[in-house]
T-cell receptor, first 112, second 116 residues
Framework: DAKTTQPTSMDCAEGRAANLPCNHSTISGNEYVYWYRQIHSQGPQYIIHGLKNNETNEMASLIITEDRKSSTLILPHATLRDTAVYYC?????????????FGTGTKLQVIP | NAGVMQNPRHLVRRRGQEARLRCSPM?????VYWYRQLPEEGLKFMVYLQKENIIDESGMPKERFSAEFPKEGPSILRIQQVVRGDSAAYFC??????????????FGPGTRLTVT
């Protein structure tokens, strides 16, 4: 699975959009980009994933650059409850087997 | 539809005792994964199981740790003769069989093991 690079930490004002970047320059053609988050002391929570098109769901939007070497997770209106560590993961799906390798992630602090 | 369930949520063991951690996957999910998170660190993959089969145990320590996912009942992560370094949060995740939405992995709330 390709390696990812994320900033260690970020702050965001409550109500503003939080844009979390991720670099995955070694991504290969059939690897997906996944985002998870872990709120303090809880289990990780799946947020969104994509291959090459931008994706949106009720939680967030995922913007993947045309060359697929980087992506941005967007939380459109950050709330205090979005304070968490956000993990960007790139992996190749293999049937139902999906061992997920977590890096250190980005610690997002939403400020009132 | 209940999520992934883990019990106990907190477990205290003295050095040398055994720890048993249980994980019930989401209904319809046949794949179970165990991860360990040491304090202030990210999650590390330990083992991947399907019903009655260990598929990938590349992240499991060679000694004292074992996992199973029987035909009936929850998946069990067993740690024998615990040491202080085993103190961590242990998370279980499950995913459905191959097919639509099989890429999503759902995590339980974790079991926090403290070895005294």
């Amino acid at each position: 699975d390709a390696k990812t690079t994320q900033p260690t930490s970020m702050d965001c004002a409550e109500g503003r959009a939080a844009n979390l970047p991720c670099n995955h320059s070694t991504i290969s053609g059939n690897e997906y980009v996944y985002w998870y988050r872990q709120i303090h002391s809880q289990g990780p929570q799946y947020i969104i994933h994509g291959l090459k098109n931008n994706e949106t769901n009720e939680m967030a939007s995922l913007i993947i650059t045309e060359d697929r070497k980087s992506s941005t997770l967007i939380l459109p209106h950050a709330t205090l409850r979005d304070t968490a560590v956000y993990y960007c993961i790139v992996r190749r799906p293999s049937g139902g087997y999906q061992k997920v390798t977590f890096g250190t992630g980005t610690k997002l602090q939403v400020i009132p | 539809n209940a999520g992934v369930m883990q019990n106990p949520r907190h477990l205290v063991r003295r050095r040398g005792q055994e720890a048993r951690l249980r994980c019930s996957p989401m209904k319809g999910h046949s794949h179970v994964y165990w991860y360990r998170q040491l304090p202030e660190e990210g999650l590390k993959f330990m083992v991947y199981l399907q019903k009655e089969n260990i598929i990938d145990e590349s992240g499991m320590p060679k000694e004292r740790f074992s996992a199973e996912f029987p035909k009936e009942g929850p998946s069990i992560l067993r740690i024998q003769q615990v040491v202080r370094g085993d103190s961590a949060a242990y998370f279980c995740a499950s995913s459905p069989p191959s097919g639509i939405n099989s890429y999503e992995q759902y995590f339980g709330p974790g079991t926090r093991l403290t070895v005294t």
